[in-house]
């Protein structure tokens, strides 16, 4: 389905988890600005080098540097009928930037989707989550293990713990989360769509989905 979302949540918020299962149904691309940086960083290109002095810490990567990173692959032929937004945009600056690409293609968002979680829970997610080294999917230790144990249910690649899930950088991560990110919630409040994000991962899949009527 032709569709342009933007997902929105404090880190650990399950952005990611959700993002995934939209963009299968929908049969869009999910795009992470997350994912990008940190495969960027392991491809050990210029934007990675970059990146990683802020990721390491928390800090948000420059707002230039990601629009111009979103604005290329924004163009790309499977964006054409829609995408899924996880983790961009971060800032007013961002979102700013995002309007004007969407101007220019003659485009507009179809909803902001916040996934409402507690800061006491988000901790507890981040701590026991896994990623796939190879395609991104994420995993947690308690709530959702994968089968094969370290090595992922989807697609056999290994994985691995994030460099930024240790506790004074999710700290960090949440401060700079409430400063610069919660803001978006009203820059979208025309198109915003507000989800609780406590329950498990298909109540909350179920939710989103009759919120934007799919
Ligand atoms: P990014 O990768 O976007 O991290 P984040 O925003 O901190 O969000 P997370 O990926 O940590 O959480 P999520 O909401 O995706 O949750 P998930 O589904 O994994 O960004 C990382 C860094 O990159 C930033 O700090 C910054 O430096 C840089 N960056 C990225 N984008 C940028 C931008 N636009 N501008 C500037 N800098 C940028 O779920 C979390 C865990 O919970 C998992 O283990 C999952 O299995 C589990 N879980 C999910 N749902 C549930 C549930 N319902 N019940 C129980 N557990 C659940
Ligand atoms: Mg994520």
């Known amino acids: 389905m032709n569709m342009r979302l933007v997902l929105l949540g404090a880190p650990g918020s399950?952005?990611?988890?959700?993002?995934?299962r939209l963009a299968k149904k929908l049969n869009v691309p999910q795009l992470s600005t997350g994912d990008i940086l940190r495969s960027a960083i392991r491809g050990g290109s210029e934007l990675g080098k970059k990146a990683d002095a802020f990721m390491s810490k928390g800090e948000l990567v420059p707002n230039q540097l990601i629009l111009d990173v979103m604005a290329e692959r924004l163009a790309k032929d499977d964006c054409k009928n829609g995408y899924i937004l996880d983790g961009f945009p971060r800032t007013i600056a961002q979102a700013e930037g995002l309007d004007k690409i969407?101007?220019?293609a003659n485009a507009k968002l179809d909803a902001a989707i916040n996934i409402d979680v507690k800061e006491e829970e988000v901790i507890r997610r981040l701590g026991g989550r896994r990623q796939c080294s190879k395609c991104s999917a994420v995993y947690h230790n308690e709530f959702s293990p994968s089968k094969k144990g370290n090595i992922c249910d989807k697609c056999d690649g290994e994985l691995y713990q994030r460099g930024d899930d240790t506790d004074a950088t999710?700290?960090?991560r949440?401060?700079?989360y409430k400063q610069e990110t919660a803001p978006l919630i009203d820059y979208y409040k025309r198109c915003l769509k507000n989800v609780d994000g406590v329950g498990t991962g298909d109540e909350i899949f179920k939710r989103i989905c009759s919120?934007?009527?799919i």
């Open 14 to 20: 399950g952005k990611g988890t959700q993002g995934e």
């Open 102 to 104: 969407l101007e220019a």
């Open 170 to 172: 999710i700290r960090n």
């Open 174 to 176: 949440l401060k700079i």
């Open 211 to 213: 919120l934007i009527g």
